[in-house]
């Protein structure tokens, strides 16, 4: 979530390949994301040259963009709600079987 709350407030992400939300700034062109296996000088490498990119302008605005056309907060009250339904169903399928 800290991901989608730096994208949404304009900051330049840099993330790996590994973490759950990086397909979302892949999507918006708002940082970079690193390859696995996750090696520490170039992750150190790549910040340094974030910060002194002429990208990161363009980062922030296709962040903030994104961020007000995805629906990025509604995840967890969907998952919720499917659960919710697979338990419903589960139930009326168990009381057809007694």
């Known amino acids: 979530m800290v991901l989608l ?34 090696d520490q000088e170039e992750c150190n490498h790549v910040a340094r040259e974030m910060l002194r990119s002429d990208d990161r302008e363009r980062w922030s605005a296709n962040g903030v963009a994104y961020a007000a056309r995805e629906d990025l907060y509604s995840c967890h009250t969907r998952a919720v709600e499917r659960i919710e339904q697979a338990v419903e169903k589960k139930l009326r399928v168990g009381r057809v079987e007694s």
């Open 5 to 38: 709350e730096a994208l949404s407030g304009g900051l330049p992400v840099l993330a790996t390949d590994v973490c759950g939300y990086a397909f979302h700034v892949s999507r918006a062109g708002a940082g970079t994301i690193l390859a696995t296996p996750f």
